[in-house]
C-alpha cells in the first residue's frame, strides 16, 4: 500500500515537472516566464543542494589555489556528502524550499543564513569530536567557513536573481499602462505603500517621488527617489514633475489640510487617492486594489471620537440588550458597536425579514460567542413587543425602530403616527412594566421646530418618553431612565443623499438637488452609533442629548465636489438639476428650538439640550387620541392633532400648510379632502 502511494507520488510530481516545463516553453520553444507555475517544493530543494556542491566545487579551488594542503581519513567525494548532508539537514528543519522563490523577503534570506550557519556549527562540533575521538580532523576549518559563506550568498543570490528575473519580465510589458503619481508622505506608512506599490503585479502606479512637509529632508531621496517639499501648491508639483495624480499616505493632515489639496487638484485635473494604514491592510499582494479614489466621506470626516470605553462597558456587558430597527442602517451599525462590549445576550428586532437575515448572518460569522437572538416583529403591536420582554426581559434597550423618509410621511401621516408615535410609547410602557434599567431613544433634528409630519411624530415620541420618566421619578419610583439622542443627517444611511448622488453620477446624470442654497449637517453611520452609545452610558434620566455636527454642508457643493472626484466636469459631463423643494422639506435644519438651551458634558461632541418639559397626564392623553385618530386615517385630523401637541410645528412645502392658517377653508380645501382618500 505505501509503496503504490509512493509510486503515484513519484508520477504526480514527475507530471507537475514536466507541466511546469511545457509551460516554460510555449509557442514553438520560445521562452514564456510569465506562465510558468510554481515548482513542487522537491525540485527548490533539489536546486538548493546543486547550489551546495557548486559551492563545495568552488572552495576547492580556492583553497587548491591557495596552496592549503590538509589531511584528512576521508576522500574529497566523503567530504562533500559530510557537508552536503549536514547542510540538506538544516534545509529540512528550516523549510527553506517551502517559499516561493520569486516572492522572497528577508525572511527567506535569514531562514537560508539560520540554516547554513546551524550547519557550520554541526560540522565544527563533528570535527572537533573526530579529533578528541581519533586524533584527527575530518575537515579543514579554514575550508569549511569559506565554504558555509560561499553557499550563503550563492544560495542568496540565486533568490534575488530569480525574484528579479520575474518582476523585470512582468514590468516590460506594463511600463504604458503605470500612472505617474507622487506619495503624499515620507514615514514609515508611505516608505510601505511606496514598497507594496513596487513589488505588485501587475503595476499600477509608477512612484516619482515623495512629498514631506518637513524642508529639511530636501536633499534626502527614499527608495532612491527624491523628496519634495510642499513649499508649492500640489497642482504645481504634479505639473512639475509631470505627475498624473498624488497619494494619500499621510494620516497627520487635518481635514482644513485635505479639503485644501483635494480641491486644488480636482480644479486643475489630477486624481487623488488615498491608502490604507498598514495596520489596515487586508493583502499585501494585492495593495493597489485598496489605494482607492478619494470620496466625499474622507472630505466630510472629523477627528475620530474618543468613547469613555469603561463607561459604555459597565451599561452593557454582561447585560442582555435589545435593539429595536436593528436591520436599518443606524440599527444594524448599533448591533456591530455593542457586540464589542460583551453583552450576556443580543436581541435584535425588526419588521424587515431579509435585511434582519442578512444581519444574523453577519453576527454568525464574526461574533460566535456572543448569544443572540433574531426576532421578527412590529413595534405597533403591542402584543408582540410584551411577548419579547417577557421572554427575554432586557435590562437596556436601544430604540432606533422609525420611520424616518420626509415626503413618505407627509403622504402618509398615520403611519407616522403608528411607528413613531405609537411604536414608542409601546416600547417605552413595556420597559417601564418589565423594569428596563435604561432606554435610549434615537431621534433627529428634524424633531426641533419641525416642519413635517416625520419631525412632528419624532418630537411627539420625545414629549412622551420624557414626561414619562419625570412623572415617574415625581411620584418617588425609582424606574427606568429615559435618554432621547437628537443628531442629524448620517452619511451612507438608507436613502441618504451622498449615495443618491454616487448612483445618478454612475448613470451619467443628471445630479438632482432640491434647492441651490440647501445646507445640511452630516456625520457618519459609526460616528453617530458611538456617540448614542456615549450618551446612553452618561446620561441619568430624562435627558435630550444633541451631537456636535460639525459645520454644516451646501448641498450644491457636496454634489459638485461629488461630481469631479468621480473626474467629470459639472454642467459638462453631468448636469445639476435643482427639483425644488420636496414636501415639508426646509433649507435648514436645527438641533435646539427657540426656547432651548445647552448645558455641557464631559464629552465635548455631547450636550444636554435643556427642553420644557411637559405634564405626563395630559401628553399621554393627547397621544391617545392622535392614535385613536389615525386608525380612521383621516390625514387632515390626524396632522391637526399633532400641531395641537407641538405648537412651534409649521408646515413647509406643504398641504398642510393651511392648517396653520387662521381659515382653514381656504384654496387649498380641495386638496386636503383629496388627501383624506388616502
Known sequence: MNESRQRYMEKLNWNKLKAAVQLIFQSG????LKNIGYLPRWIVLGMDIAILVFAALVTYMLLQGLTLSFYSPLSRFEELTLVVAANTVFFVVFRTYAGLIRYSSYIDGLKLLFSTASAFLTLVVINYLSLWITGSKLLLFQGLFVYTVIAFAALFLFRVVVKQAFQAYNNEKKIVAKMPVLIYGADSNAISVANAIRTEQPPRFKIIGFIDRNRHNASKRILDLPILNDNKRMSVLLRAHRAKGVILADKHLTKTERITLVDDCLDHGYKVFTAPLVSDWENEQNFSGQIKNIQI?????RKPIVLDNKGVSREIKGKRVLVTGAAGSIGSEMVRQVLKYKPEMLIILDQAETPLHQLRLEIDKCCGEVIFETVIGDVRNYERMKRVFEVFKPHVV?????YKHVPLMEENP???VFVNVNGT???ADLAVQFEVEKFVMVSTDKAVNPSNVMGASKRIAEMYVQSKYFSLQNKGKNSTRFITTRFGNVL???GSVVPLFKEQIANGGPVTITHPDIIRYFMTIPEACRLVLEAGAMGKGGEIFIFDMGEAVRIMDLATKMIRLA?????VDIEIKVTGLRPGEKLYEELLSDKAKTLPTHHEKI???TETTDDYQEVNKAVNLLCEEAVKFKNRKTVKLMKELVPEYKSMNSLFECLDDDDDEGGKTAKKEETELL
Open 607 to 609: 450636550m444636554i439640550a
Open 425 to 427: 410609547k409601546n416600547m
Open 567 to 571: 473626474g467629470f466636469e459639472p454642467g
Open 398 to 402: 436601544y430604540h432606533a425602530a422609525a
Open 414 to 416: 398615520s403611519e407616522a
Open 29 to 32: 520553444g520560445r521562452l514564456d
Open 297 to 301: 466621506e474622507d472630505l466630510l470626516e
Open 492 to 494: 451612507g444611511s438608507n
